[in-house]
């Protein structure tokens, strides 16, 4: 029989504490937002054990904000509506009383609690979770970790059968001392979670309705101490969020270290979580890769590189302080130092782009050079063709951006422009300081500029008297 679990994400608080004005879990994290990251790892989980899954957000505040986001992004995601915030247990009470979810909430096997505001936990936690559950055949498991300074969150109290959660509020001193926290994240039977949910009140310090109470009768249930915290942190605060956005990026640099990229100081590198980077790539510190990038196997990138939404491949470099947007650099390109490769850049094997070079929407063959100070926008550049320095594709005309095409083998002169739209064979020769605004067949050379007139003796005319 195939495995089903009905997931929760718990996302109808306000997050006042966060002092954002986004509602929580719309809140940036990375180059994401907070939500993003319990769905992404949900749906790793699922497939990762095979286990048939749906996921449903619970929302409340703001979710005229948080649905469409959802729906967007995730349109296979579905929703429960919490009216009003009364706490966690009632959060999962609109859940299996949804109307737009129809029952079908009961039928799952399993029922799976993450927090919207928990976005370190990986697919790796919940399998560990799934496994102790099924193995043991228990009724629930919530993970818990040891925290320093556990203010904030509920403790773990062990008794002799089972556990019980208590409340920083209300905590007697004796068990604000307890250091294992929950870190609000659960599976249970369905069975068992309906059952005990009904029994949950709100008796406590806060009036609220607390999901932890779902343990409290429970013989069959454990707490699951995991050795390393900061994969829950809960983001209540901006300084909570600073420490998981760095909790992410640790674990991600782990696994880049783990597949062979060497870094100079990882503590300066900052790649998002979907990045990936090939084996014996090194990376050099105050670098921020970010999107969806993909670098290839021994690429070099240096310091001050900004890279996002960029392919390099492999043996290519990002030589320092250059920025990559959008772009493609193929194998054994370089680009840089402080070069700019914008949307549409794509940067032929074994091509050379140098300093202060700006690149848009552009394609470059195999070994162009394009080494020093140029613009090039729209333009195609064939094989083995060299632009020298100063060179400007001229491509707008104030209302439209033109194309200019450069055929292979050309050698284009310092500080030449094109006026767009133009053409230069293959195999042509641009003069220095040429306008070149009529095409050029193959094999042709152009030359455009002023007569140089040159009078001895006059320059004292025009040089200032001592
Ligand atoms: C909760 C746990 C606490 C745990 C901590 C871990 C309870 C009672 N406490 O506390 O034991 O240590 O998480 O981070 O569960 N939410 C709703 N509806 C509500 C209330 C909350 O959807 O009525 C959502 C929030 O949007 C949030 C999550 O539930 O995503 C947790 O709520 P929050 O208020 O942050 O709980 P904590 O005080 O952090
Ligand atoms: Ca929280």
């Not at 996302?11 to 994401?32: F, H, I, Q, T």
């Not at 907070?34 to 619970?58: C, H, M, R, Y």
């Not at 970010?290 to 990138?301: A, F, L």
């Not at 840089?336 to 050379?352: C, H, M, V, Y």
Request: glycine share 8%; proline share 3%.
């Amino acid at each position: 029989m195939k495995l089903s679990i009905g997931a929760v994400i718990l996302a109808a608080g306000e997050g006042k504490r966060l002092k954002l004005n986004v509602p929580k879990p719309l809140a940036p994290c990375l180059d994401k937002k907070l939500v993003d990251f319990p769905i992404k790892e949900l749906k790793k989980f699922f497939s990762q054990n095979k286990i048939e899954g749906k996921i449903t957000a619970v929302i409340g505040h703001q979710r005229e904000l948080v649905r469409p986001y959802i729906e967007k992004n995730y349109p296979d995601v579905a929703f429960a509506i919490q009216e009003e915030q009364r706490g966690t247990a009632d959060a999962l009470r609109s859940y299996f009383g949804s109307n737009e979810l129809n029952d079908i909430t009961k039928q799952f096997q399993y029922t799976l609690v993450i927090c919207a505001d928990t976005p370190v936990v990986s697919a790796n936690e919940l399998t560990e979770m799934f496994t102790l559950l099924t193995n043991e055949k228990l009724d629930g498991v919530a993970a818990s970790f040891i925290e320093q300074n556990p203010k904030g969150y509920g403790r773990i109290v062990r008794g002799s059968a089972g556990f019980h959660i208590i409340e920083e509020k209300d905590a007697t001193d004796e068990i604000r001392k307890i250091s294992e926290v929950n870190s609000g994240l659960y599976i249970l039977k369905t069975s068992y979670v309906l059952e005990h949910l009904k029994k949950i009140d709100s008796n406590n310090k806060s009036g609220e309705f607390y999901l932890t109470d779902v343990f409290k009768d429970g013989l069959n249930v454990k707490a699951q101490c995991f050795p390393d915290g900061d994969i829950f942190l809960g983001v209540n605060t901006l300084k909570q969020l600073e420490d998981a956005e760095w909790a992410i990026r640790e674990r991600k640099k782990i696994e880049l270290r783990d597949n062979g990229v060497r870094f100079i100081d990882s503590s300066h590198c900052y790649i998002d979580s979907e990045v990936e980077i090939g084996m014996g790539s090194v990376i050099y510190p105050n670098t921020f890769l970010t999107g969806k990038t993909i670098i290839g196997k021994n690429v070099t990138i240096e310091m001050g590189a900004q890279i996002t939404n960029s392919i390099i491949d492999d043996g290519a470099k990002v030589l320092a302080y250059t920025i990559l947007e959008g772009a493609h650099l193929r194998t054994k390109a370089s680009a840089g130092p402080f070069a700019r490769l914008r949307p549409g850049a794509d940067i032929g094997p074994e091509s050379k782009i140098g300093n202060f070079v700006e690149i848009k929407k552009s394609v470059l063959d195999r070994g162009v050079k394009v080494s020093h100070l140029s613009y090039v926008g729209d333009a195609f550049i064939g094989e083995e063709t060299n632009i020298g320095c100063g060179f400007i594709t001229c491509n707008f005309d104030g209302l439209n951006k033109q194309i200019t095409r450069i055929g292979k083998n050309s050698f284009i002169g310092s500080d030449s422009q094109t006026i767009a739209p133009v053409e230069i064979g293959d195999d042509c020769f641009v003069a220095s300081s040429s306008t070149i605004s009529k095409s050029m067949p193959d094999g042709a050379f152009a030359i455009s500029r002023g007569h140089q007139t040159t009078k001895e003796g006059m320059a004292k005319k025009f040089l200032k008297k001592k």
